[in-house]
């Protein structure tokens, strides 16, 4: 177990039913943690710190944190706040949760500090734009005319997405690839990435990474759902070769 790499997962902290109990919960789908241990990870699960008011608690505990870890998955959920990016809400915009966006950047500050390798993952690659200084479309069906990439309730949009040539996610994933989506909001600026696949369809970006040798990488989609071992395989590697 000494031998593998340890990776942070961000969460959920929302109100849950769990047995007779209803309150207030940290969360996140199994499939995220089932995925890391499926490439060869030990997932370890980040709560998000009770009073994000206080940033430079938050950004220690953060630091702290990274410290100790190999690799850092920003995970799916809501939507990132407006404010974070210098925009008015879309009347479309919500789930927001203020302390969730402050832990996850702070996360990231960390990560960045430390060249720790981050995956991304639909909300994640949001607030990885968000955090670089870029901002997001808020509804996409305004962009695109539909629904395709959130049928809504529950259920997952299925889309067929281009990779970049040369790019690390091709590497990973091949050339083309179906995928689970389940997003409103889409990233529209995103400073120091480079976009590596788009939806043919209609033309959205699907992902992003950063030059370098760093695995700093983001996807729209739900990789977790279908057990994208390329993906999450490649990212753990990097965590390992640490």
């Known amino acids: 177990m000494s031998d593998l790499p340890v990776i942070g997962l961000s969460t959920y902290r929302e109100v849950s039913r769990h047995g007779v109990w209803t309150e207030l919960s940290d969360l996140l789908p199994s499939e995220y ?33 990274v410290a100790r870890l190999d690799g850092l998955v920003i995970s799916g959920g809501g939507d990132v706040s407006p404010s974070a990016y210098g925009a008015e809400p879309h009347p479309r915009t919500g789930g927001v949760l203020a302390a969730r966006d402050a832990w996850e950047l702070a996360l990231l500050d960390a990560a960045a500090e430390r060249s720790l390798p981050t995956l991304g993952i639909c909300r994640g690659m949001q607030v990885m734009a968000v955090h670089a200084g870029g901002s997001l479309h808020q509804h996409v069906p305004d962009l695109v005319g539909n629904e395709a990439h959130n049928p809504g309730a529950d259920a997952y949009g299925s889309i067929d997405v281009a990779t970049t040539p040369g790019s690390r996610l091709a590497s990973l994933v091949g050339d083309k690839v179906t995928v689970n989506c389940h997003h409103h909001q889409a990233v529209r600026d995103h400073p120091g990435f480079d976009a590596v696949a788009v939806s043919p369809a209609d033309g959205s970006l699907e992902a992003m990474e950063a030059p370098g040798d760093r695995f700093c990488l983001a996807v729209q989609w739900h990789p977790e759902t279908l057990a994208d071992l390329g993906l999450f395989a490649g990212f753990v590697e990097a965590a390992r070769g640490r």
């Open 33 to 65: 943690a089932d995925a890391v241990r499926i490439a060869g990870g030990v997932p370890l699960l980040l709560p998000v710190p009770p009073d994000s008011a206080d940033a430079a608690a938050v950004g220690s505990a953060a630091s702290a944190l």
